[in-house]
């Protein structure tokens, strides 16, 4: 691997992203301000800053993922691993009629970064993400799907992004490997939230997120309720940012979901969203003895 400059405040840590060669020699040559030329793609360029401050907690809902679990916890480790930060995964079941809890069990006897919650019954994916937020140790929470259509090696990047002072970072999947219907419900229902909640974003269904656990606790909860974070912490004062971010085809399992019932429940959703982001309450103290 040949030199390239680093930038004052960088350092070089080592990855295995699953990404886009061409698009990843972009964002190391912005990092670097001049030319990077390299033979791997297996380093990446992390602000020293955020490597002293930041501790994390990775939150995954489960559902019927069994195929997919040793793989995307592997590629988590590749990911985080080498950035020399604190970091869990959180693992919430929920009510798999798999044998997804016994691939979960096993990786947790072998693995202390994964903790795990179980349902007794299928709750949906809402519930799940707040089960998992509960559960988190630290104030950094990034969010992602089991199916590894989210890519883990995404990750750096979006804390970099987190690192410069705001509350959310959402993934943009500018090049999904959706079918053709699913990307047109997606633009559908996306084009209507935007219109109703007035927020900015362009792809809030990406699972793929990075928040903070302490305004993440203080959201009203709601069925589907993960579908609007970014509206719901906007509203609560949250600065978000959007980075864009590989996106892969499923190869195990199977769609949780449909393609234009979900798009016409979201847009029932909203009314009730839209509600509450007009009565949302929130305050900021001038002194305290508490």
């Given at each position: 691997?040949?030199?390239?400059?680093?930038?004052?405040?960088?350092?070089?840590?080592?990855?295995?992203?699953?990404?886009?060669?061409?698009?990843?020699?972009?964002?190391?040559?912005?990092?670097?301000?001049?030319?990077?030329?390299?033979?791997?793609?297996?380093?990446?360029?992390?602000?020293?800053?955020?490597?002293?401050?930041?501790?994390?907690?990775?939150?995954?809902?489960?559902?019927?993922?069994?195929?997919?679990?040793?793989?995307?916890?592997?590629?988590?480790?590749?990911?985080?691993?080498?950035?020399?930060?604190?970091?869990?995964?959180?693992?919430?079941?929920?009510?798999?009629?798999?044998?997804?809890?016994?691939v979960i069990r096993t990786l947790a006897g072998q693995h202390p970064e994964?903790?795990?919650?179980?349902?007794?019954?299928?709750?949906?994916?809402?519930?799940?993400?707040?089960?998992?937020?509960?559960?988190?140790?630290?104030?950094?929470?990034?969010?992602?799907?089991?199916?590894?259509?989210?890519?883990?090696?995404?990750?750096?990047?979006?804390?970099?992004?987190?690192?410069?002072?705001?509350?959310?970072?959402?993934?943009?999947?500018?090049?999904?490997?959706?079918?053709?219907?699913?990307?047109?419900?997606?633009?559908?229902?996306?084009?209507?939230?935007?219109?109703?909640?007035?927020?900015?974003?362009?792809?809030?269904?990406?699972?793929?997120?990075?928040?903070?656990?302490?305004?993440?606790?203080?959201?009203?909860?709601?069925?589907?309720?993960?579908?609007?974070?970014?509206?719901?912490?906007?509203?609560?004062?949250?600065?978000?940012?959007?980075?864009?971010?590989?996106?892969?085809?499923?190869?195990?399992?199977?769609?949780?979901?449909?393609?234009?019932?979900?798009?016409?429940?979201?847009?029932?959703?909203?009314?009730?969203?839209?509600?509450?982001?007009?009565?949302?309450?929130?305050?900021?103290?001038?002194?305290?003895?508490?």
């Amino acid at each position: 691997m040949k030199k390239i400059r680093i930038p004052s405040g960088c350092c070089v840590v080592e990855s295995c992203p699953d990404r886009n060669l061409p698009r990843f020699r972009r964002d190391i040559e912005r990092a670097a301000a001049g030319p990077a030329l390299f033979t791997s793609v297996r380093f990446f360029l992390i602000p020293t800053d955020m490597l002293k401050t930041q501790a994390i907690s990775i939150v995954v809902p489960i559902y019927n993922e069994e195929g997919n679990l040793e793989r995307l916890f592997s590629e988590i480790r590749a990911a985080v691993g080498p950035l020399g930060l604190e970091w869990e995964a959180v693992f919430v079941d929920d009510g798999s009629s798999d044998a997804s809890m016994d691939v979960i069990r096993t990786l947790a006897g072998q693995h202390p970064e994964l903790r795990y919650l179980s349902f007794a019954a299928n709750q949906g994916q809402s519930a799940a993400f707040c089960a998992g937020f509960d559960a988190a140790r630290h104030d950094t929470v990034v969010t992602m799907d089991a199916d590894l259509q989210n890519d883990p090696g995404d990750i750096p990047a979006m804390l970099e992004k987190y690192a410069q002072g705001y509350d959310m970072v959402i993934g943009w999947r500018a090049q999904r490997k959706d079918t053709r219907a699913k990307r047109w419900a997606s633009r559908l229902a996306n084009a209507i939230r935007r219109s109703i909640t007035r927020d900015t974003v362009h792809d809030t269904g990406c699972s793929l997120k990075v928040m903070r656990r302490s305004m993440l606790l203080r959201l009203p909860r709601f069925k589907n309720m993960h579908r609007y974070l970014p509206p719901l912490l906007q509203a609560q004062g949250a600065r978000i940012a959007e980075v864009k971010v590989n996106h892969r085809p499923r190869n195990e399992g199977y769609s949780k979901y449909g393609t234009w019932d979900r798009a016409v429940a979201g847009v029932y959703d909203l009314f009730g969203v839209r509600w509450l982001l007009t009565r949302t309450v929130r305050y900021d103290l001038k002194d305290h003895n508490l």
